[in-house]
């Protein structure tokens, strides 16, 4: 399966405790997004590189929150601290764009939950 | 920052029933892209459209993009339980090429 891919599916944690998660994209994508998504709602845009470079963060992407994406292949989003509020799927998704028209490929996410 | 908004929020309908779900913007879209969502997954593209007044379909789907480009449509003919799922819209947003913005979504239940 060539497509993309994220580990752990499933992650409990007790509140303050850190988790990280790791996103391998489909390999000849160049750019490679982090989403977050609560029940019943879309995706929310956390921050995205192209090829190793972070180029964009969201203001949701608070201190505790880091990514990187270090030899410009897979990435991984480290949450420090966990609060209750951080549970949530958090989605990786890769695309590689040649124009303004770019397709997303979603992996099937990381859900977090917070106790 | 662009708001997308979708509507309905949520929708049940009988196997069989046509349907009609709404993307706007209080702005011009550049393109604009109809994902669908099933539980436990990731959202997966289903078109994308770019040209203010384009109608695109795929099979019982049929997309269209506002001549203004501010809004977007999905109807979906003789719904079937497969069509069950969050669709969401999503726009480029800044022109930073890539950087998708979704909406809310509209959760559809299509019942045998």
């Known amino acids: 399966d060539t497509g993309v891919s994220q580990d752990p599916r499933h992650k409990i944690t007790k509140r303050g405790q850190n988790v990280t998660f790791r996103c391998d994209p489909i390999s000849e994508h160049n750019r490679l997004y982090w989403y977050r998504q609560t029940l019943g709602q879309g995706p929310e845009f956390l921050t995205y590189f192209q090829n190793e470079a972070q180029l964009e963060k969201s203001r949701l992407l608070s201190d505790r929150f880091s990514a990187e994406r270090p030899k410009g292949s897979f990435s991984t989003l480290e949450i420090q601290r966990t609060e209750q509020g951080d549970s949530a799927m958090y989605l990786c998704?890769?695309?590689?764009?040649?124009?303004?028209?770019?397709?997303?490929?979603f992996g099937e996410g990381s859900r977090l939950t917070v106790l | 920052t662009q708001l997308l908004e979708q509507s309905p929020q949520f929708l049940s309908i009988q196997e069989g029933e046509n349907l009609t779900v709404y993307c706007n913007s209080s702005s011009v879209f550049s393109s604009l892209q109809w994902y669908r969502q099933e539980p436990g997954e990731g959202p997966v593209l289903l078109v994308t459209v770019v040209t203010g007044g384009e109608v695109k379909k795929l099979k019982r789907l049929t997309f269209q993009f506002g001549d203004a480009r501010k809004d977007s449509s999905l109807h979906i003919t003789a719904a079937q339980t497969g069509d069950t799922g969050l669709y969401l819209c999503?726009?480029?947003?800044?022109?930073?090429?890539?950087?998708?913005?979704f909406g809310k979504g509209t959760k559809l239940s299509v019942k045998p």
């Open positions: 999503a726009e480029n947003y800044g022109g930073s090429q890539g950087n998708l913005i």
């Open positions: 998704a890769s695309g590689a764009f040649r124009d303004i028209t770019g397709e997303l490929f």
